[in-house]
Structure formats: structure tokens, C-alpha cells
């Protein structure tokens, strides 16, 4: 069974950083990509950021572009997210989702429980 | 970037009605189009990619058509569970975008 468990989501004020992370079990993580997604109430669903299973292509949202960096290791079953200089507008639940392929499809098969990320002073 | 436009955000049914709920793309994405499901307090669920392939255990009453811009999905008799929102979501290129969502509710 694919399971996807985030942490490193709290409270942080705005200007500061965070890192999330995905450990992943139940597959053979090497063989896909990984993305972030993040939700909230007023804006729903959003891609933030994306890694084919070789980290040979990475994208991002332009939202984050900058400022926050998506990276996995394969060997450790692992996909992060860091996140500096947050805004106020980048509080979310935040999702680990594992896509269906090697590259970026992007088709979200199976996602974490997600981690909350609160950006507030 | 491609935008993705749902219709109707909430809509009130009965057990055992017939549902559809509309998705339109702001240009022409193929068949690149997923649809999810979310339940309160719960991560989204693929239930449909490429437009109308059934993921794996997902019932049968479930089915999506179209292609193009204009995409829907069909829930052929609403059981109690399915009371949840629905969202659609491109795959066509990069940024992938959400729809709104459209919330189900009981009558």
C-alpha cells in the first residue's frame, strides 16, 4: 500500500522558512516523479511544485518561483520542500502526491495526509 | 496557463440521483483531464484520468467523458458516500491547474 506522510508544516512568520518533508513507502519511489500541492479555503487546489524520479526536470509554480525549492533523495525514500520567505499568502494545508510516471504528467495517483503551514506574525 | 472553469460549485441531490457535473478548460487540453474526489478532512482522490479511465477500485457509477475544452463527470446513482467535492484538473502542460471545485450536498 503507497503511503505518503508530510511533516514540517507550523507556525512561522512572514520573512521566515520552513522544510517540509515527504517519507514514502509502498513503491518503488525511484521510479516517479513527486509534487507538492497545497490547498486552501479561498483558493482551493494548487500545484506548487514538481520532480521527474531522476530530479532531470523541476518545476514550480510561478506563486513560489524563488522562493521555495522542491528536491528529493532517493535513496531515502524522501521528497522535500523548502520554503523561504514566506508570505502570509502561502498559508495551506500542504500535500506530498506521487504522479504516475517517471516524468512530470502530472496526474496526482496518490497523496500524504498533508502538513498545515500557518504564515502569521 | 490553462484555466479550468467548474459548474455548478454546490449542488443539492437525493440518494440514488443521477449527477453530472460540468468542467471546461480554458483551451484545448485533448484529453489530459482528471477528475478527484475529497471528502471533509480528507486528501482529494483520483478517480478518473485521461478523461475516462476508471482508476483502479473506483465503483462503477463513476464515469467521465469528453474532450477538448468540454469534460464531464457522471455519478449514475449517488449513494450516501459520495456526498463530497468534486475537482477537476488538467494534465496537459505545465503549470497543471484545479477547477473550483463543485460541492455535493443532500436534499
Known amino acids: 500500500e503507497v503511503q505518503l506522510v508530510e511533516a514540517g508544516g507550523g507556525l512561522v512568520q512572514p520573512g521566515g522558512s520552513l522544510r517540509l518533508s515527504c517519507a514514502a513507502s509502498?513503491?518503488?519511489?525511484?521510479?516517479?516523479?513527486m509534487h507538492w500541492v497545497r490547498q486552501t479555503p479561498g483558493k482551493g487546489l494548487e500545484w506548487v511544485s514538481g520532480?521527474?524520479?531522476?530530479?532531470?526536470?523541476?518545476h514550480s509554480a510561478d506563486s513560489v518561483k524563488g522562493r521555495f525549492t522542491i528536491s528529493r533523495d532517493n535513496a531515502k525514500n524522501s521528497l522535500y520542500l523548502q520554503m523561504n520567505s514566506l508570505r502570509p499568502e502561502d498559508t495551506a494545508m500542504y500535500y506530498c502526491?506521487?504522479?504516475?510516471?517517471?516524468?512530470?504528467?502530472?496526474?496526482?495517483?496518490?497523496w500524504g495526509q498533508g502538513t498545515l503551514v500557518t504564515v502569521s506574525s | 496557463d490553462i484555466q479550468m472553469t467548474q459548474s455548478p460549485s454546490s449542488l443539492s441531490a437525493s440518494v440514488g440521483d443521477r449527477v453530472i457535473i460540468s468542467c471546461r478548460a480554458s483551451?484545448?487540453?485533448?484529453?489530459?483531464l482528471n477528475w478527484y474526489q475529497q471528502k471533509p478532512g480528507r486528501a482529494p482522490k483520483l478517480l478518473i484520468s485521461?478523461?475516462?479511465s476508471l482508476q483502479s477500485g473506483v465503483p462503477s457509477r463513476f464515469s467521465g467523458s469528453g474532450s477538448g475544452t468540454d469534460f464531464s463527470l457522471t455519478i449514475a446513482s449517488l449513494p450516501t458516500e459520495d456526498f463530497a467535492t468534486y475537482y477537476c484538473?488538467?494534465?496537459?502542460?505545465?503549470?497543471?491547474?484545479f477547477g473550483g471545485g463543485t460541492k455535493i450536498e443532500i436534499k
Open positions: 502526491t506521487k504522479d504516475i510516471g517517471r516524468q512530470l504528467l502530472p496526474t496526482f495517483d496518490s
Open positions: 509502498g513503491f518503488n519511489f525511484g521510479d516517479y516523479a
Open positions: 520532480v521527474s524520479w531522476n530530479s532531470g526536470s523541476i
Open positions: 483551451q484545448d487540453i485533448g484529453t489530459y
Open positions: 485521461a478523461a475516462s
Open positions: 484538473q488538467h494534465s496537459f502542460t505545465i503549470p497543471p491547474a
